[in-house]
């Protein structure tokens, strides 16, 4: 199925959306590829972010870990990430997902190492790019989308 998404224009896609009645089906504009082009399909696998006080960086690292081998291959990783102060999504997170198969990610937030996700040929979509690392500056839950 996956790869019959990925074949279908966008906007045909959307278009048949509305005549069907939902007319909230997209991203919002401000979340775009990393690179122009880019196409993702498949199944969602939610995850929620939220700020942290003080995070200790071992410990948060080990949840970041944890929630990133949750993630089922075939699926896309949507980060909804409540902050707009750090990236979300770099190359340790984008090496663990795509060993595992995952389709890739969409973040309603940052990411940080491009050239090397790029090169990577990983799916991303984000609201923008920045160095910070949230290691320091977040922690996550999950919760599965159904």
């Excluded at 990925?6 to 590829?33: F, M, N, S, W």
């Excluded at 410990?59 to 902050?83: D, N, S, W």
């Excluded at 999504?89 to 198969?101: D, I, P, Q």
């Amino acid at each position: 199925m996956k790869v019959r998404f990925e074949a279908i224009y966008t906007a045909a896609l959307a278009d048949a959306l509305d005549a069907r009645g939902y007319h909230d089906q997209t991203l919002p504009p401000a979340i775009r590829p990393l690179a122009p082009g880019l196409r993702l399909a498949g199944p969602a696998y939610t995850v929620q972010g939220r700020p942290a006080e003080a995070a200790e960086y071992d410990e948060t690292l080990r949840k970041v870990l944890r929630m990133l081998g949750e993630v089922p291959g075939g699926h896309v990783a949507i980060y909804a990430c409540t902050h707009d102060v750090s990236a979300h999504l770099g190359e340790l997170s984008v090496t663990s997902l795509k060993a595992r198969s995952v389709a890739g990610c969409v973040l309603d937030g940052g990411c940080r190492d491009v050239r090397f996700i790029l090169d990577e040929g990983f799916p991303v979509f984000s609201r923008f790019v920045t160095p910070e690392d949230s290691t320091w500056r977040g922690s996550w839950k999950q919760r599965r989308c159904r």
